[in-house]
């Protein structure tokens, strides 16, 4: 595997990555969106969108990605996750419902769209975290430094060199 | 079983054999990405679009992306090592063994796309003419997975949280503990 200054050595790797990053996470959205009609849902999106993510990493460096995403908002947004997904369903209870029974949120909806709307704000949740979780195990990977036993080796993936937990 | 499932499936087989021998790390990391867009290619032909949409994107994607950061931190060859006679014959008759008592075990499975298998009339008709007027969805398998079994759904995010903070606490150290010692850049 290269390090990423001879990654930048490579147009077309980086014209080819300029191109697909932005509608690779446009297709995550998409199936996050609309997971309820077509193909998808939250799980889905959040794996595609963290994949186009570590694309635009591979071929920029992680600390370009560091700056868009920091590592802290990783991890804050896979507790939010879970937490959004938990709190549908104690709304859901203070609504007069049983713990994630959609239906009780009908009074929040115009018509009788509990259940989409349930459903929409838990996939939701799904995504988030499953996306910042990827997230975070790759950047858990590429801060990883080999022990140092005189042995020179490449840089971890992504990383540019002489960065990482010392 | 329909030609192009077929050759998918040859594909896969020789891939994973070609996996399996290869002391190559590098190379065999790559190969286990084809292996999983092969096996995804296969869930679209199964009309199983969303299991493949995961597979190419975890399977084929992140956990090779893992297995070179893992594979940067190692060599990039696997360690020869010399084996006894046992050891070297062990493997191969377990794997013969577990791969013939599973063959066996398919010969009770009904056929490929088999339209009376058990599976499409117990529970499936019910799903299919209920779900719209019950959830006012079209996806049965979203409306199944996020509202009938929002509980099994709502574990699993657990699970995953629950795997990204063990992964982070093993490898990565958490945020917080970094800021503590105040040695890190990066917030």
């Known amino acids: 595997m290269r390090p990423p200054s001879r990654v930048r050595e490579m147009p077309i790797l980086r014209v080819v990555a300029r191109a697909l990053v932005p509608v690779i996470l446009l297709f995550g959205l998409y199936v996050q969106f609309h997971g309820d009609f077509g193909p998808g849902g939250g799980f889905q999106a959040g794996v595609i969108f963290a994949a186009g993510l570590i694309i635009f990493a591979l071929t920029f460096g992680v600390e370009a990605l560091r700056q868009v995403v920091p590592v802290v908002l990783t991890e804050r947004l896979m507790a939010a996750g879970v937490l959004l997904y ?11 419902g049983e713990f994630l ?5 009908d009074p929040l909806t115009t018509g009788h769209h509990g259940q989409h709307l349930g459903i929409i704000a838990i996939e939701l949740g799904v995504g988030i ?5 990827i997230m975070r195990v790759y950047y858990a990977f590429v801060k990883r430094r080999p022990d140092g036993d005189g042995e020179t080796r490449e840089p971890a993936l992504g990383a540019e060199p002489g960065e990482g937990t010392p | ?46 009309d199983a679009v969303d299991v493949a949409f995961t597979e190419a994107a975890v399977g084929a994607g992140v956990s090779t992306v893992l297995f070179l950061g893992a594979l940067s931190l190692t060599s990039r060859r696997e360690k020869q090592q010399e084996r006894t ?34 599976i499409h009339h117990h529970l499936a008709p019910d799903l299919i003419a209920e779900t719209e007027n019950k959830i006012h969805i079209p996806n049965i398998v979203t409306a199944i997975l996020a509202s009938f079994r929002g509980y099994d759904t709502f574990g699993e995010v657990v699970v995953i949280f629950t795997a990204g903070v063990g992964v982070a606490l093993l490898l990565g150290g958490l945020g917080l503990r970094r800021r503590g010692s105040g040695t890190e850049e990066e917030s």
């Open chain 1, 101 to 105: 029974n959609y239906t009780a949120l």
């Open chain 1, 86 to 96: 938990g709190a549908v369903g104690v709304l859901a209870m203070f609504l007069g």
């Open chain 2, 85 to 118: 006679r046992i050891l070297r014959i062990l493997p191969i008759v377990i794997v013969v063994a577990t791969g013939a008592a599973l063959i066996y075990g398919t010969w009770d499975m009904p056929a490929y796309g088999d339209p009376d298998a058990v």
């Open chain 2, 1 to 46: 079983m329909p030609p192009v499932e077929l050759l998918l499936m040859l594909l896969l087989l020789a891939t994973v054999i070609v996996v399996a021998r290869l002391k190559d790390l590098f190379a065999a990391a790559m190969l286990t990405g084809i292996a999983s867009l092969l096996a995804a290619g296969l869930f679209v032909l199964m």
């Open chain 1, 129 to 133: 975290a499953v996306a910042a979780t």
